[in-house]
């Protein structure tokens, strides 16, 4: 059987930049073809995804995750080259190393463990990887789900990796995710000389009054699972960038993460009734990134929650917080979905890395995961 740290560092010496794999996937489904797992490649335009199953029979338990990472920024900064592994003092350093190929890897070690010990486990195990998570998500996750929908192959639990923890491993748990729905505001007005402002029309004097009270408007309070929804202005951009010039047009792009207690539909309602009421001429493009999602008591956050505690000793915070990850796509099946993996303290920065013992025990939790359910 595989070591953890070892793959994990195979993983981690591809460079694999979104959307390539670099080899990523058939080396998991090496791994896995041994076990008897049967395995899919589905390639959608510059997109590797794998799909990867052992068994025939529900119930199907899927561990999902992506072995594409973000760029490294500036390479000087690093400690080590971040396509080179490297351990120091019990930390493995790399690109990718907490998000998400160490999960892989503990995912990968977790199931050999578990078929040597349980080959004729109920239900089938499965793994939905793709190359695609930290690009623009569009021939990744969505694309694979899309073609199992369509031969009513159905995920009952799904596991994604993405680095939930927040201070040691396994502290917090995702047990679902905020809807994302972004906003490209465009607002005309009419270019001129600034010293002759009557004959021009400033679009930004005419938002502003807009957008501060969209950033100060209450949407909701939330509920139990879900902190009130957000409004964040991500980018503005107006000008020719001479200072004599009044703007033709303000080009603003806002953001929203909601909770189960307000609808996309919704949002979109009461934005649009407060730009009308503001008098302004305006386009607007809207951009869905997902849905809300909650996995509530059941069987997996169940599962997970003791396997946690048996592990570490410590009990686990289901928390909804966060960004978006590819459960978002998984969910909307009829799934039920959980995150669960390493501290998240470094990802996406410079000399990212994980802890060699978290992934130890990692690959533990997942084991006892798979051992709760699908084990009689």
């Known amino acids: 059987m595989s070591n953890v740290i070892d793959l994990a560092k195979d993983l981690i010496s591809r460079a694999s930049v979104t959307p390539l794999d670099e080899g990523c996937q058939p080396l998991m489904a090496d791994h896995l073809s041994k076990i008897g797992f049967n395995i899919e490649s ?3 335009h510059d997109t590797t995804n794998l799909w990867a199953r052992r068994g025939t029979e529900a119930p199907v338990f899927c561990f999902a995750g992506h072995t594409d990472v973000v760029p490294t920024g500036d390479l000087s900064r ?3 080259p971040p396509f080179d592994p490297t351990i120091i003092d019990g930390y493995l350093h790399g690109r990718g190393a907490a998000d998400m190929k160490g999960s892989l890897a503990a995912m990968i070690v977790a ?16 793994y939905l990887i793709t190359s695609d998570e930290e690009g623009p998500f569009i021939n990744g996750t969505p694309k694979v789900i899309e073609t199992l929908e369509a031969r009513n192959e159905k995920i009952t639990w799904a596991l994604v990796g993405e680095p939930s923890s927040t201070h040691k491993l396994g502290d917090v748990v995702k047990n679902g995710r905020r809807g994302s729905l972004t906003g490209n505001l465009t607002v005309k007005g009419i270019q001129g000389h600034v010293a002759y402002p009557h004959l021009a029309d400033n679009p930004i004097h005419k938002a502003s009054p807009a957008l501060a009270e969209l950033a100060q408007m209450h949407w909701d309070n939330g509920n139990e699972f879900f902190p009130p929804t957000s409004f964040q202005i991500a980018n503005i951009n107006g000008g020719t960038g001479a200072s004599n010039v009044i703007p033709g ?4 792009m806002f ?10 539909e919704e949002l979109i309602q009461r934005v649009l009734s ?9 386009d607007i493009d809207w951009v869905f990134n997902g849905l809300p999602f909650l996995t509530g008591d059941g069987p997996l956050l169940e599962a997970t929650k003791q396997s946690i505690r ?10 909804t917080s966060g960004g978006t990850s590819d459960g978002r796509f998984i ?46």
Request: hydrophobic share 40%; with cysteine.
């Open 255 to 264: 953001n929203f993460r909601y909770s189960t207690e307000v609808t996309a």
């Open 42 to 44: 589905m390639v959608f």
């Open 274 to 282: 407060l730009l009308d009421a503001h008098g302004l001429d305006y």
């Open 78 to 80: 690093w400690h080590t």
């Open 111 to 126: 199931t050999e463990r578990f078929v040597a010990k349980h080959p004729n486990h109920k239900g089938s195990i499965a």
């Open 331 to 376: 969910a909307p099946t009829g799934a039920q979905v959980i995150e669960l993996g390493p501290v998240n303290a470094t990802i996406h920065k410079i000399n990212e890395c994980v802890s060699t013992a978290d992934l130890e025990l990692l690959t533990l939790c997942y084991e006892r995961i798979l051992e709760k359910l699908l084990c009689d």
């Open 310 to 319: 048996e592990v570490t000793g410590y009990d686990t915070d289901p928390q």
């Open 249 to 252: 047009d303000l080009k603003v």
